[in-house]
């Protein structure tokens, strides 16, 4: 069985890329995959594109023309929970796109034809990257650049909200979570593409799990150094907690 490997960037890729065994480059809807071979592991390796619609067609052409099994994406977010600091990790175990509103024909956030406001990753998919990710903190020691980071890195499990805006506005990222955590939505990271590669899977009923490293908290410090941040924190997470995963994947 073959695992897609989404990533948001292509700083996040490139050590994957790197690694993979049997290369071969494939171009379909304007988009290039890499299949082949990642630590023993049937791959293909995708960028999503940015935003809510490329991410779904991306998850689309994995499912239909390549055919996965699964697929786990991999990206940065903007922390908008409580105690969620630059350098954790967060594991989705739901998505909610936060720009979505049918009110009053539907519940604010819900997309019409899905049950309730949240859109659920695979149990038991997000059980292994969880623990991929609980193994890569506890062992990494200095392999992570820790310059950007207040305290040691942890691990956050829960709601992750997706929308067509980059935020970078203390004021917008509480107009976005306020509400939501209101209704008992307790969002953790705001990102642009993981509730519509969610929301594919769910369709294709196809087990999706996702892990994002918060490279800001969605204010005014979003830009800042943030090429620095993907090459010495977040590729790095990216590479290591999918050797993981993929590790514990072959456990199962």
């Not at 969610?198 to 830009?223: G, I």
């Amino acid at each position: 069985m073959t695992t897609a490997i989404l990533s948001a960037l292509p700083e996040e890729q490139s050590g994957l890329l790197a690694r993979l065994e049997q290369g071969q480059r494939l171009v379909h809807a304007g988009r290039v995959f890499w299949r082949g071979s990642l630590h023993g592991h049937s791959v293909v390796l995708a960028l999503s594109g940015i935003g809510k619609v490329a991410a779904a067609t991306t998850a689309t052409v994995l499912i239909e023309r390549f055919r996965v099994a699964r697929i786990v994406f991999t990206g940065v977010a903007g922390g908008v929970g409580e105690g969620v600091a630059v350098g954790d990790i967060v594991v989705a175990q739901d998505y909610v796109q936060h720009d979505m509103d049918v009110s009053p024909l539907f519940e604010r956030w819900r997309v019409p034809g899905y049950e309730g406001v949240c859109l659920p990753c695979d149990p038991t998919l997000t059980a292994i990257l969880s623990e991929a990710v609980n193994v890569c903190l506890v062992s990494a020691g200095s392999y992570f650049d820790h310059e950007f980071m207040d305290t040691a890195p942890r691990l956050h499990l829960g709601l992750v909200a997706s929308g067509d805006r980059f935020v970078t506005c203390s004021e917008v990222a509480r107009a976005l979570r306020d509400p939501l955590v209101a209704a008992g939505h307790d969002v953790l990271a705001v990102e642009m593409e993981g509730a519509a590669v969610a929301q594919v899977c769910l369709d294709y009923q196809l087990p999706f799990a996702a892990v994002r490293t918060v490279s800001d908290r969605a204010d005014a410090s979003a830009h800042v150094d943030f090429p620095a941040f993907m090459e010495k924190v977040a590729s790095r997470y990216a590479e290591r907690i999918v050797q993981q995963f993929l590790e514990e994947l072959q456990k199962q």
